[in-house]
């Protein structure tokens, strides 16, 4: 039994975390070196081409799709969209974590400014029940 789960082999789905493509998902589809990989967006599908990347610039996920060294686009789209890879992701954890930084990161001064209001008109409501509560149970 490993106790590594998660290997770089071609077919894994793995995040980038730096450069151009940050927070975007993609595929390994060729092992070039012990630092490096091709990946494959698929370009069709969440605009990143096929190039080379350092493995440091990359995160692997848990998962993984069926594909041979060295696919083709289209062979990897397929497998991708068979195995509905972006919908699984969209489920995971990290996935809505980078969704509400990023929603965060768009905010105005304005929408931040009716946050902190909608965040302290829940802070009072919540605070009168508790306070109504206690009194209750009294």
């Known amino acids: 039994m490993s106790f590594f789960g998660r290997f770089v082999e071609a077919g894994r789905i793995v995040l980038i975390t730096f450069g151009k493509y940050a927070d975007k998902t993609a595929v390994i589809v060729d092992i070039l070196d012990q630092n490096r990989v091709l990946i494959d967006g698929p370009s069709t599908i969440n605009g990143i081409p096929r190039h080379v990347i350092s ?38 954890s990290l996935a809505k974590k980078l969704k509400l930084k990023d929603m965060r990161a768009k905010m105005t001064d304005f929408d931040r400014f009716k946050l902190g209001f909608a965040k302290s008109k829940r802070k009072a409501i919540l605070g009168a029940e508790i306070k109504r509560l206690m009194k209750e149970k009294k």
């Open 55 to 92: 493995l440091k610039w990359v995160s692997l996920t848990n998962f993984k799709i069926d594909i041979k060294r060295g696919a083709k686009l289209d062979e990897v789209e397929k497998k991708f969209k068979e195995e509905k890879v972006q919908q699984q992701w969209e489920k995971t």
